[in-house]
Structure formats: C-alpha cells, structure tokens
C-alpha cells in the first residue's frame, strides 16, 4: 500500500487558501474512497468464488453414485465451505460498517487539521 500525505509539502504551521484546501479535501477523501472499494470488491469476489464453488461440487455431487465415504466427504466439503462462506459475509458486512467509520474519522481529521482551516467557517 502506497501511502500518500496529501498535505506533506505544507508545514504543520502554514494554512492553505480556500482551494488547495478543498483539492487536498477531496483528493484524501477520493483515494480512501477508492481504498474501501478497492478492499469491497476483494471480499466480495472471494465470497462469489467460494459460492461457486461449492455450488459446482453440489452439483457434480448430484451427477454420481454415491457411497458412504464420498457422502460424508460431501457433507464435510459442504459445511467447510458453508463455514468459509459466513466468513467472508461477515467480513463484509464488517467492513461496510468499518469503511463508514473511517469515512466519518478522515472528515474529522480533516477538519481538526489547522492547515485545512481556509475551507472551515471563520468561528471555528
């Protein structure tokens, strides 16, 4: 991961005008954005590979013979992937919740930064 300081260059004591604060406002807020998204899609094509997955051997289960080895090898392959499937659902959800957090907190350090001010009401 790259990690970029979008208003390195400034030094802490030095204020931005009205403009470059809001480019670095929206700039740190787009590449979060595009991070959280980013991190989405993996869980999200992990969880649709997994389903697949099992969706196929459930399915080429249902084509053969069966004995009572490979059902039972069905049956632990079944709630494994079960398992792995919750996972990844929770994983997401969590970090549904988690990207809106961390959404909320890069607001509030943005606006808590005394460089950013120009882009914050004068009774600040």
């Known amino acids: 991961m790259i990690n970029v300081h979008f208003v390195y260059p400034q030094p802490k004591d030095s204020k931005l005008n009205l403009s470059a604060a809001n480019d670095v406002k929206e700039r740190c807020l787009k590449a979060l954005k595009e991070r959280l998204i980013d991190r989405a899609h993996i869980i999200e094509s992990r969880l649709e590979e997994e389903q697949q997955a099992l969706a196929r051997r459930q399915a080429g289960f249902q084509r053969q013979d069966k004995d009572k080895a490979a059902e039972e090898e069905h049956e632990r392959y079944v709630q494994s992937a079960t398992f792995r499937i ?14 809106k957090q961390k959404f909320r907190d890069m607001i509030a350090k943005l606006q808590a930064d005394d460089r950013l001010s120009a882009m914050l009401p004068d009774d600040r």
């Open 86 to 99: 919750q996972i990844l659902k929770q994983r997401r959800d969590r970090h549904e919740e988690l990207a």
